[in-house]
């Protein structure tokens, strides 16, 4: 068992021994190609909660300043994490991530960019679009549907793949891009609450 398997076995141990995690739609993400699947964010406990119930690995940007921690440098990367420099263009961490996409493998992103303070979704940023548009990667919304209460319901909603083919045809920017995810994360959360 490697380490990121570990990881997942002891997010599912503590987060099943706290919440009620309620996963939905898990047949919509494909076994394999690159996926990019784009959630809300409501807490810290979303990163864990994505990757501990997918058979498949998720990479994550993580910002930067937690791999510059002396424990957490080491182990991120392990954990699917990779840094990004946030507040400005990091031509890296978006390079790090098509090449991920590019290889198959799922690339979980918050497109709001930080949590939500009150729970309700915010305005995404042009990244998750970005992605969308510039790799042949299949588009999965997702809501994480709370609070995250003890011994309550916290439900995982994947949604339907997007079909980006049509819009990526019709050269949209990555800002209507991300503006489609995010109204069908926010059609989850309606559905699902």
């Known amino acids: 068992m490697g380490i990121y398997q570990f990881g997942q076995m002891v997010c599912r141990v503590f987060l099943s021994s706290f919440?009620?995690?309620e996963i939905v739609g898990?047949?919509?993400i494909p076994k394999e190609g690159g996926v990019v699947l784009c959630s809300n964010h409501i807490s810290n406990l979303d990163p864990p909660l994505l990757g501990a119930y997918l058979q498949r690995p998720i990479h994550y940007m993580a910002k930067q300043e937690l791999f510059e921690k002396p424990i957490l440098k080491g182990l991120l990367p392990k954990?699917?994490?990779f840094p990004v420099r946030r507040g400005m263009s990091d031509k890296q961490a978006l390079r790090t991530a098509i090449q991920y996409l590019k290889d198959g493998e799922i690339l979980?992103?918050?497109p709001e960019g930080t949590r939500s303070k009150d729970g309700k979704l915010g305005k995404g940023l042009s990244g998750a679009g970005f992605f969308a548009l510039r790799s042949k990667a299949t588009v999965i919304p997702c809501?994480?549907?709370g609070p995250y209460q003890k011994f309550k319901v916290v439900k995982m909603v994947y949604g339907?793949?997007?079909d980006f083919e049509t819009y990526r045809e019709q050269?949209?920017?990555a800002e209507e891009a991300t503006s489609i995810i995010?109204?069908?994360?926010?059609k989850l959360i309606d559905e699902h609450s």
């Open 171 to 173: 050269k949209i920017g």
């Open 160 to 162: 339907k793949p997007i």
């Open 182 to 186: 995010m109204s069908e994360i926010q």
């Open 26 to 28: 898990e047949e919509n």
């Open 79 to 81: 954990l699917g994490a």
């Open 143 to 145: 809501a994480i549907v």
């Open 19 to 21: 919440y009620k995690v």
């Open 108 to 110: 979980g992103l918050f």
